[in-house]
Structures are given as C-alpha cells and as structure tokens.
C-alpha cells in the first residue's frame, strides 16, 4: 500500500510563495488523477488541483493563476507550487491519489499571515 507523505508547510507572509511536495513510498503510476485539496479552519475539505495521467489539469476557481501542479513519476512525487499567496490560503493541505480507491496524506499545516 502507498503512503504520501507531504512536506514543506509553515508560515509565509502574504504575497509570498511556496512549495509543497508530497513523496509517495512507492509508485505514483497507476494514480490517476492525484490532487491537492486543502481545509482551512472551521471549514470543509476542498479541491486546490488535480492532475491527470496525461497532463490535464483542473484548479479551484480561489487558486487559478496562482498554483501550479505538478507530478514526477521518475521521483514518486506530487509538487504545488503557490504564488501570490493569502491569508485565505491558511489551510491544511493533503496530497491525493486515486486507484480503485483515494490515498490520502496526514496533511501539513501552512499559514498565510504579516
């Protein structure tokens, strides 16, 4: 079974960037599509991205031009790359997979804050 693991959570001011990464303990292969979704405080669980075998990629409307996604299957590894960050980007961010059935990551924790 495939564990992700995601890192590169923190505090950044707004404007900032960062770079999340999600390592998954085996094959990203057969996962299709992988996302990243997000909860902030008090609230629910929402998709950020998600990308497909092909390429294809869908973002949440609060993120376009702002994130990028990107997956390496030579490296097992899922990024978001976050510009032009928000306060409104506080959340916990999970790393995604699906193959018969979702995978999901423990999740990291970044805030958005001067």
């Known amino acids: 079974q495939v564990q992700l693991v995601e890192s590169g959570g923190g505090l950044v001011q707004p404007g900032g960037s960062l770079r999340l990464s999600c390592a998954a303990s085996?094959?990203?292969?057969?996962?299709?599509?992988m996302a990243w979704y997000r909860q902030p405080p008090g609230k629910g669980r929402e998709l950020v991205a998600r990308?497909?075998?092909?390429?294809?990629?869908n973002y949440g409307d609060s993120v376009k031009g702002r994130f990028t996604i990107s997956r390496d299957t030579s490296k097992n590894a899922l990024d978001l790359q976050m510009n032009s960050l928000k306060p409104e980007d506080t959340a916990v961010y999970y790393c995604n997979g699906y193959y018969l059935r979702n995978y999901w990551g423990q999740g990291t924790q970044f805030t958005v804050s001067s």
């Open positions: 990308i497909f075998k092909g390429g294809n990629t």
């Open positions: 085996g094959s990203i292969g057969g996962f299709n599509p």
